[in-house]
């Protein structure tokens, strides 16, 4: 068992199935928080199955050796591999990009009746090469939907905020996205940026978790149509718009890199 003397705290508090009742495969969520834009934090996520870790990106899900898609970048630069880390998130003051001093929070989600490759099984028609999109189709998408499958639970809301945001406002915030992510750049590279830094995927557009556990189980209780954690969010959520609007303003006029 790969993360089996971190004593990560379990999901919830209520009782769950185990391995005395055949739930014998080790569930756990991986997240690492990636970028901060607006003030809202942007991770990746994967789920680890017993000693291995599946994740979704462009060209489908992939299964690696556990953290693997979370030190790809240190791995790039030929740094050692990132150590997990079962406390939270670091909360040093980080201007808006990439966040270069990254953690990976690793929680255990419980016992799992089900292997990392019958997850593949069931899942990989539903995220196929080339269906990935940064907002409507991602990471957490995938992890979102692998909990669910694997152990009844969804993915923290807090862990998708951006992309909610978003897919909710999607003509003005796509516009302004690109206005901040291009601004950033030639910031930070003094070099000037043409075209759209990103376009939505076609074939992701229509995407949606809550519609996919519909579709796999038919019509579903309502429980599982929104993501729980235990760590709710205000309905008093300032507007996208807003929120950009203030981050390209500040990254038009500061022109400082994280």
Not at 29 to 58: N, P, Q
Not at 63 to 90: K, Y
Request: glycine residues 8%; proline residues 4%; hydrophobic residues 30%.
């Amino acid at each position: 068992r790969f993360f089996g003397a971190m004593g990560a705290a379990a999901s919830t508090g209520e009782a769950s199935p185990g391995p005395e009742d055949g739930y014998v495969h080790h569930v756990y969520l991986a997240a690492t928080e990636i970028i901060r834009v607006a003030g809202m934090r942007g991770y990746h996520t994967s789920v680890i199955v017993d000693s291995h870790e599946y994740f979704f990106d462009s060209i489908g899900i992939l299964e690696a050796p556990p953290l693997f898609s979370h030190t790809l970048e240190q791995q790039a630069e030929g740094q050692s591999q990132a150590s997990a880390s079962a406390s939270a998130s670091d909360e040093e003051s980080v201007s808006d990009g990439p966040v270069k001093k990254r953690n990976t929070v690793v929680t255990r989600m419980g016992y799992s009746s089900q292997s990392g490759r019958q997850l593949v099984a069931a899942l990989q028609q539903h995220f196929e090469r080339g269906t990935y999109d940064v907002f409507y189709k991602n990471c957490n998408s995938f992890t979102d939907m692998a909990l669910y499958y694997l152990t009844k639970t969804r993915l923290p809301s807090s862990y998708t905020r951006i992309e909610r945001l978003v897919t909710a406002t999607k003509t003005v915030s796509i516009g302004l996205l690109n206005v901040i992510f291009k601004t950033y750049l030639e910031n930070a590279t003094g070099v000037e940026v043409e075209g759209d830094i990103y376009t939505p995927n076609p074939l992701s557009s229509d995407f949606s978790v809550d519609g996919l556990i519909k579709e796999l189980e038919g019509e579903s209780d309502s429980e599982s149509s929104s993501s729980t954690d235990g760590d709710e969010e205000s309905e008093e959520e300032p507007s996208l718009a807003t929120r950009l609007s203030a981050a390209f303003s500040s990254t038009k006029l500061g022109g400082e890199s994280p």
